[in-house]
């Protein structure tokens, strides 16, 4: 219902004052909470960095949830349709236009990191910083659950390294036959066993752990 409330706000907001300088507009197709196309434009929203669709968080029970979805959802049942203003700054190497959007006068970006749905990409700009750290004050959507910094989950998709930082060290990988694998540190498959979560694929912090949910040890 509260996100019901702040779209009707949104629709009876006045005409952006900077819509007048900006660079596009158009309805708004949310691909996730960060990457919108606005109008036949591709943006990436300037100075935040949204969960990939696929990953995933733990909660305060240590289950894993679909948090890139979640955020995800958040954002397009605010946003999905509603006309943006948006001042492009630059491009970047997927050739998305980088732009700071607006619906009425409010900053898309800006309350998407304070309702808990990003974080500031401080890799590129600072500017939600503070609005990401109050809104982890008050443990505000992402920030009630454990979860890796997206651009940390990226790199580890693409190293087969855990991202989370949490120090689980066994490999939770499934073979081409189907079959659940656990591999520790120590035994001779480790280094090569790389670990993809949206193929199911996890980390464990220990062999119980790794047992309980379903994987078997590594013969060697």
């Known amino acids: 219902m509260h996100l019901m409330l702040k779209f009707v706000a949104i629709c009876m907001l006045t005409i952006l004052p900077v819509a007048a300088t900006a660079d596009l507009a158009g309805p708004v197709r949310v691909i996730d909470a960060d990457t919108w196309d606005v109008g036949d434009q591709r943006v990436r929203l300037h100075g935040i960095d949204a969960p990939e669709h696929n990953q995933t968080c733990r909660d305060a029970d240590e289950r894993e949830w679909r948090c890139g979805a979640w955020a995800t959802a958040q954002t397009r049942a605010l946003f999905e349709g509603v006309r943006a203003s948006c001042k492009v700054l630059d491009r970047d190497r997927y050739d998305r236009l980088v732009a700071r ?82 591999h520790r540190p120590e035994q001779a498959f480790y280094g090569r066993t790389q670990i993809n979560p949206q193929r199911g694929e996890r980390w464990f912090c220990d062999p119980e752990e790794a047992r309980a949910a379903g994987w078997r040890p590594a013969k060697r």
């Open 101 to 182: 959007c607006f619906v009425g006068d409010l900053d898309a970006a800006h309350h998407i990191v304070a309702e808990g749905w990003a974080m500031a990409y401080l890799r590129y700009a600072d500017d939600y910083l503070e609005v990401e750290r109050a809104a982890a004050s008050r443990a505000l959507g992402l920030h009630r659950t454990r979860v890796a910094a997206p651009d940390a989950y990226r790199r580890g998709q693409s190293t087969g390294q855990d991202p989370s930082g949490s120090g689980c060290a066994i490999k939770g990988n499934i073979n081409a036959k189907g079959d659940r694998i656990y």
